[in-house]
């Protein structure tokens, strides 16, 4: 099977946002440690919003200067240990400021289907050429933002024009509509990869698109039980790495605590220890693909740890792939 590593790289868009160097930098290093020790690629989705407003303010305020400088040198050298690093698209960040002390987040508009069709042609088309631009390499993969791409066909003539051939947003019968959010995988093909058109759940064989969808897995309410519980009882390796809050997710807590969630496969916090039932569970339906999802800073020790193990406990039997190795 081909595993895929994905990492989420960008900060927290609660108050506070976080630093760069505990959301970022420091877990982001901690990830090409391992794979340096594993031989394991990694892709990274990099917040390419987040991208253009250092560029607009690393010249008024010495702290985004600072910011700037770290942030892009670390992609640099992501690509030149041969990570890939591809285009991900929170569009908020079109309405966030810089006080010089802080980012100021403001999230009414979070996901593409909020903004005009002139506006989403030009977001897509100036982030993709900011990150190729920081990279070096073309970009033809691409996550959305809280996982929110529907409905697809606002954005399919501007993906296809730009070169963007394959999406990894949908987790299969994921669904969460409240608060800013908006995405429903429900009726998702029962399969480890498709190509699709106009709807990014809806196969289509002639298609321009495919989609590696995010691994799911249906969790229950004692696991997040354990998961929150573990997170105050013993914080020194269950507490995130990032220091920073996310947004608001009306009822969601109460949801996986109640009745339990499916969600996707994650790399993050405690999350990490189903990866093998998970991966094992694929395998049984014939998948060829697993795609893992992760966030820098929703790292903590124990995921670290954990995530090693689940490498070179799997590299021998199963490929860890990057997106920009499979050419399509």
């Given at each position: ?17 976080g630093?760069?160097?505990?959301c970022?930098?420091?877990?982001t290093?901690?990830?090409?440690e ?79 289907d ?73 009726n ?41 519980i ?23 807590r ?9 969600l ?32 820098p ?14 490498i ?5 039997a ?11």
């Amino acid at each position: 099977m081909q595993i895929f590593l994905t990492y989420d790289y960008e900060l927290f868009f609660g108050e506070p946002t976080g630093t760069a160097e505990k959301c970022i930098i420091q877990p982001t290093n901690q990830l090409r440690e391992i794979a340096q020790r594993t031989g394991a690629k990694m892709v990274f989705f990099i917040d390419t919003g987040y991208l253009k407003k250092l560029i607009e303010y690393k010249d008024q305020f010495p702290k985004v200067k600072s910011e700037h400088e770290a942030v892009f040198n670390q992609i640099k050298t992501l690509v030149s240990e041969g990570h890939d690093c591809q285009l991900h698209i929170h569009p908020h960040w079109e309405d966030c400021t810089h006080n010089g002390n802080e980012w100021i987040m403001k999230t009414d508009r979070y996901k593409l289907d909020d903004f005009s069709d002139e506006d989403i042609v030009r977001i897509v088309k100036e982030y993709k050429s900011i990150l190729e631009n920081t990279t070096g390499k073309k970009v033809s993969s691409y996550r959305a933002g809280g996982w929110c791409l529907q409905p697809f066909n606002r954005v399919q003539k501007v993906f296809k024009e730009v070169g963007i051939t394959l999406d990894s947003t949908v987790f299969p019968d994921g669904k969460f509509t409240a608060g800013n959010y908006y995405y429903d995988f429900t009726n998702s093909p029962a399969k480890s990869k498709w190509k699709f058109s106009s709807d990014l759940i809806e196969e289509d064989a002639n298609g321009n698109f495919w989609e590696y969808p995010i691994s799911n897995y249906k969790y229950s309410p004692l696991f997040f039980w354990r998961l929150f519980i573990l997170g105050r009882l013993k914080p020194s390796q269950h507490k995130p790495i990032g220091d920073g809050y996310p947004m608001s997710s009306p009822g969601l807590r109460k949801k996986m605590l109640t009745k339990g969630m499916n969600l996707s496969a994650s790399a993050d916090g405690y999350f990490v220890t189903k990866l093998n039932t998970v991966l094992k569970s694929n395998a049984k339906k014939g998948f060829e693909e697993m795609v893992i999802i992760g966030h820098p800073k929703a790292n903590t020790l124990f995921a670290l740890k954990q995530l090693e193990k689940f490498i070179n406990a799997n590299k021998s039997a199963h490929q860890f792939k990057t997106f920009a190795d499979l050419n399509l």
